[in-house]
């Protein structure tokens, strides 16, 4: 079986000190059947420049106001051609191999419409500083109800899911990502395999968790997203199972070692 194409996009604003490790990440992947689709809200800083430092191996580069993040990362969708489709935002980066396991995954069953793996948070100043290892697990039914989700920046989709089930939800303003994860995995029952080991890794200070305002609001959303699929919306047992994943995250992360290659 031929490897299939991945294409990778990155929705970015106002990210001039970091977007370079990002893009970095992605070109230094051993994959070459890849697309790399760049959004940009129109930056006011520095990031236009230092995306066209690397313009060689980005495929294709919008620059343009949007609705925001989900609008942006729909326009990604529209223009990916590839048989595979994921998100690298643009604090993130890639370890090294994440998308030949993905392309590897995929090949190992052409019934696979999904895979996603493990993240880490780190220190904004400091990536080799491991805050929050986020550990996944096998998707079981009706586990978005005790607050579980796969980490959206390791989260690969077909791009004929896309097509089929449609894109992010603007209604969701913080938790689109999570709507859609849901979408796909509880409402629709798309065949998805969870692919154990660290993918990412993502600076800590991002959109939902700048602000306890910003956590409630993502929640309130998640319930919103989880009534709307027909799923229970429980508070205890969805703050509850939210709370104890949370925790075992910070504990994980004060014993992990880090394996990712040194980034400014």
């Not at 993040?69 to 980066?93: C, H, P, S, V, W």
């Not at 392309?103 to 880490?120: Q, S």
Request: proline share 4%; glycine share 6%.
């Amino acid at each position: 079986m031929s490897e299939p194409k991945i294409s990778v996009i990155t929705v970015v604003f106002n990210n001039e000190d970091t977007i370079a490790d990002t893009i970095e990440s992605v070109a230094a992947q051993d994959y070459s059947n890849l697309e790399y689709i760049v959004i940009d809200g129109l930056s006011k800083d520095r990031t236009l420049d230092r995306i066209k430092e690397r313009k060689e191996i980005i495929s294709k580069l919008i620059s343009e106001k949007d609705a925001g993040i989900y609008d942006a990362m729909n326009k990604g969708i529209a223009l990916a051609t590839g048989d595979i489709i994921g998100f690298i935002n643009g604090d993130d980066f890639y370890l090294p191999g994440t998308l030949a396991k993905v392309a590897e995954t995929f090949k190992d069953d052409p019934r696979l419409e999904a895979c996603y793996g493990d993240l880490c948070y780190v220190k904004q100043d400091d990536p080799q500083t491991v805050v929050r290892h986020w550990r996944s697990s096998p998707f079981v039914p009706t586990a978005f109800e005790k607050g579980w989700a796969p980490p959206h920046p390791t989260f690969f989709v077909r791009r004929s899911v896309y097509e089929r089930f449609g894109s992010f939800d603007l209604g969701y303003r913080i938790a689109a990502d999570v709507e859609l994860m849901m979408r796909f995995l509880e409402h629709h029952r798309i065949h998805v395999r969870y692919v154990p080991g660290v993918m990412v890794k993502m600076r800590m200070g991002g959109t939902t968790n700048r602000s306890l305002t910003n956590i409630v609001n993502q929640n309130k959303e998640i319930l919103r997203a989880l009534r709307s699929h027909g799923l229970n919306a429980r508070l205890f047992r969805f703050v509850s199972g939210k709370f104890l994943s949370r925790g075992l995250q910070f504990a994980r992360g004060k014993f992990h070692v880090s394996t990712a290659p040194r980034v400014k």
